[in-house]
């Protein structure tokens, strides 16, 4: 449920999640407050849609582009 929550947040609605895992707003709401529960298939595309804007907005570390690699010299 926390999920759901999460991806209506960063959906910025409702409407918007239940377009992107082609679900109504009517069912997701339920799935919500926990009166349907969550199929597999509509957990895993919220996940998915969660670590997509996560690494999309602000990757911090693990980057080719970070200048930490420059700092420590050539690997050769």
Do not use: W, Y
Not at 7 to 29: K, P, W
């Amino acid at each position: 449920m926390m999920t759901l929550r999460r991806a209506v947040q960063i959906c910025n609605g409702l409407e918007a999640l239940g377009d992107a895992l082609m679900v109504s707003t009517d069912r997701l709401e339920r799935m919500i407050s926990g009166e349907d529960e969550i199929p597999l298939a509509v957990f895993t595309q919220a996940v998915g849609l969660l670590l997509e804007a996560t690494t999309t907005r602000s990757p911090k570390r693990g980057t080719p582009d970070s200048n930490e690699g420059g700092r420590k010299g050539p690997r050769h």
